[in-house]
């Protein structure tokens, strides 16, 4: 089995805390990554001086870009020939293209508890639905937005009074620790898709795992 650095490239347009959480991860040996590219959709992501910082090749491929962003896209990730390709607050939604090629390793982090809350907004609406609990999902990346096969969860709960901003605050940090233990699975070799099911240890699971509060899967 291949023990070595997982290569790892991550799609971004905004902040890059999740890109950041993963550098962090990284540098200091939590995670055995070979962080090998960072594309941004938008030139003014604050996320890309994460990247230039870390001495990551980074990328710009933006609508500017026209219609040939999906193959920008699969053009510059190939020659990494990535093991994993994270979305991470990746706000663009990407064609079929980019998605075949690299079908089984590239996963999303969504701000919700899926299927609940695909899409935007998720914390405004999950307030306005009454929900008791919250989180964060990360799936694989299938043609279907948010609908790939979940892999992990972390639930947080609502509290009474919530903004959408509370949330969102409260959600982040767990959303980060969510990231860090999935990624890891995948840099022991351990996650896989076969048939749209999630394998572990290649066993398909039942339901998608969930991390406590000690940032362990139970
Ligand atoms: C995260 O909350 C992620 O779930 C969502 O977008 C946000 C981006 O965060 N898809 P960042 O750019 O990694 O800070």
């Known amino acids: 089995m291949n023990t070595g650095p997982l290569r790892t490239a991550v799609l971004i347009s905004g902040t890059g805390s999740n890109l950041k959480t993963l550098i962090e991860a990284s540098n200091r040996g939590r995670l055995n990554l070979d962080l090998c590219q960072v594309i941004s959709s938008r ?23 026209g219609g040939l962003q999906d193959q920008k896209i699969t053009a510059c990730l190939r020659p990494h020939d990535p093991e994993l390709v994270v979305l ?71 509290r009474e009074n919530d903004t959408p901003g509370d949330l969102a605050a409260r959600v982040g940090p767990r959303e980060h620790a969510l990231l860090t233990a999935t990624v890891e699975l995948f840099a022991r070799r351990r996650v896989e898709m076969s048939h749209e099911q999630v394998l572990l240890d290649g066993q398909p699971i039942s339901q998608p795992l969930q991390l406590n509060e000690a940032n362990v899967f139970a």
């Open 43 to 65: 030139a003014d992501a604050p996320g890309l001086e994460h990247a230039r910082t870390a001495g990551i090749p980074a990328e710009v491929i933006s609508e500017s870009d």
């Open 88 to 158: 991470a607050g990746y706000m663009r939604i990407l064609g079929r293209q980019p998605v075949e090629a690299f079908s089984g390793r590239m996963i999303n982090l969504h701000p919700s508890l899926l299927p609940l809350f695909p899409g935007l907004d998720t914390y405004r609406r999950v307030l306005e639905a009454g929900n008791p609990m919250h989180g964060a999902s990360i799936h694989f990346v299938t043609s279907e937005l948010d609908a790939g096969p979940v892999i992990a969860q972390v639930q947080v709960p609502v």
